[in-house]
């Protein structure tokens, strides 16, 4: 499967809560990231329709829902997945942790519905530890993404971009392993680049100002010496 091109995706997602969060900006942020390299866009399903006027790379899906029965929120369920086949995208992100899913439904039938639907399209298994991924690379996942690595209970004291869980992965999984999660600077991406994945996918240091501006503002305050405020 070649949905997705090997290189850089950009996630151009603003994050609810977020000064950029509902005001349908992220189309630019996805022409500014293929402007300089990105291979493919990982956005959200209401923003999709103007990112595709934008951009001709693959977009890799998702839906993020909050329900109160479940931890699942990217595409939980089978109703996700026909919103995102509807939508032009060459991808869809599916959590594929052995977390309960909303609904009761299984990852097993969300899959498989995913398939009998629509068997063009790719599907990526968002993981976050090692049995999960190989979980996933058994159900037949295209991709496999380190995406929840860090955002689970079992997961939640890792330091990503977790290089030795990369590197685990990377041995069993070389062809389809997507690096997501935690790259701000070159020197890690460099870090992750030495295990030859398949794609990176970065985020909230290219597309996030407020989360920039907050990490630049933190180094003002707590370096020794810094400027001080008026």
């Not at 996805?30 to 951009?55: F, H, K, M, N």
Request: glycine residues 6%; aromatic residues 6%.
């Amino acid at each position: 499967m070649n949905a997705l091109p090997r290189g850089l995706i950009v996630s151009c997602q603003a994050a609810e809560g977020e000064p950029l969060y509902g005001c349908d900006a992220m189309h630019w942020f996805a022409r500014c990231a293929v402007a300089g390299g990105a291979v493919g866009i990982r956005a959200l399903a209401d923003e999709i329709p103007s990112i595709r006027q934008e951009v001709s790379v693959p977009i890799l899906g998702l839906t993020k829902r909050h329900e109160k029965d479940s931890d699942v929120y990217i595409t939980p369920n089978r109703s996700d997945i026909d919103r995102l086949i509807a939508l032009p995208c060459e991808a869809i992100a599916i959590d594929a942790t052995a977390r309960r899913r909303p609904g009761g439904e299984t990852l097993e039938e969300v899959v498989a519905y995913a398939r009998r639907k629509a068997p063009h399209i790719a599907l990526v298994a968002d993981i976050d530890t090692r049995e999960n991924a190989v979980r996933a690379m058994h159900m037949g996942f295209d991709f496999i993404s380190t995406t929840l690595r860090g955002y689970t209970e079992e997961t939640k004291d890792a330091q990503c971009p977790d290089v030795a869980f990369i590197k685990q992965l990377s041995g069993i999984m070389h062809d389809k392993l997507i690096v997501e999660g935690g790259i701000w600077e070159s020197e890690q991406l460099e870090s992750v680049l030495c295990f030859d994945p398949y794609a990176v996918v970065i985020g909230s240091s290219i597309t996030r100002p407020t989360s920039i501006t907050a990490r630049f503002n933190e180094v003002m305050h707590t370096r020794k010496g810094a400027i001080r405020t008026a």
